[in-house]
């Protein structure tokens, strides 16, 4: 039996039309998979123990997101980003963003260092770093996600600059200078 070619080429628009949803379907399957594993959760709890209540914040591993605070909150722009170490720990970048300019593409010149380092599940005075979404509704321990600079970045411009002397050595002179 001779097949048109119109009889043909329907079945091959067709059959491409099922394969290409069914590729769709799939591709949101494995982008919903991918964006389950990137997403992180840093809690900050009320003491150094990592029990009980705590603020949230949401990260996505290597990628820089930007978050506006409630008013009254500083910064307004709040930036994080986490990378992962080669140790296999993780490090939060904080910095302020403007609602100008948004973010910037990395942290570099916040200088703070008090909130960066962690490990999936482990108790870093009072920070834990959890994989996923751990602020849900059902979670009443959860009692603010993305409302907080949980990251410190306000802290950004009151940190000194590495290589630049805090203090100024004084001489007796000055500490106590002559009367005139």
Known sequence: MKLSPLVVASSLVASAGAASVQGRQH????????????KYTLAQYRGNFCTGRYVALEL????????????????????NKLVGDTSGKFVVHSCPGSAATGCPLHCDGCHED?????????????????????????NADCISKNKVDVGLARWCDRWPALGVPVYKVKDADELDPPAK
């Open 27 to 38: 591709l949101r399957h494995l982008e919903a998979e991918a964006s389950q594993a990137t």
């Open 60 to 79: 996505t591993l290597g990628m820089m997101t930007q978050i506006s605070l409630p008013e009254g909150r500083s910064p307004e722009v709040l930036c």
């Open 114 to 138: 008090m909130v960066k380092h962690f490990a999936v599940g482990q108790c870093t005075d009072g920070w834990m770093l959890f994989e996923g979404d751990v602020c849900t509704a059902d």
